[in-house]
């Protein structure tokens, strides 16, 4: 079983930056995918970054690409997202998942989640 804890949320200005954790623990993660979604009300939980635990290849969805940065640390078993020049669309409840194997941007697809945290963007 995997375990994923957020943390990093907070409420910030438009254009400004947060950097969110992801702490995985209860296995080795090496042929898996770490993404990051974001869900806000009303909305679909819609992906935002990807990155594979063994290669370190990375994945991001058109609205945050060279905003957001994903990253992993395999010493400490943890994924990050950057993100930069925040925008009040940006405001959601992040949440990390994994899932086994390919690559995937659909949600129903990862099997493993975190409690999220969430980001506020004001003007």
């Known amino acids: 079983q995997v375990q994923l804890v957020e943390s990093g949320g907070g409420s910030v200005q438009t254009g400004g930056s947060l950097r969110l954790s992801c702490a995985a623990s209860g296995r080795t993660f090496n042929n898996y995918v770490m993404g990051w979604f974001r869900q806000a009300p009303g909305k679909e939980r819609e992906f935002v970054a990807a990155?594979?635990?063994?290669?370190?290849?990375?994945y991001y969805a058109d609205s945050v690409q060279g905003r957001f940065t994903i990253s992993r640390d395999n010493a400490k078993n943890t994924v990050f997202l950057q993100l930069n020049t925040l925008q009040p669309e940006d405001a959601a409840v992040y949440y990390c998942a994994s899932r086994y194997g390919r690559y995937s941007r659909q949600y129903s697809e990862y099997h493993s989640w975190g409690q999220g945290t969430q980001v506020t963007v004001s003007s």
């Open positions: 990155i594979f635990w063994n290669s370190g290849r990375t």
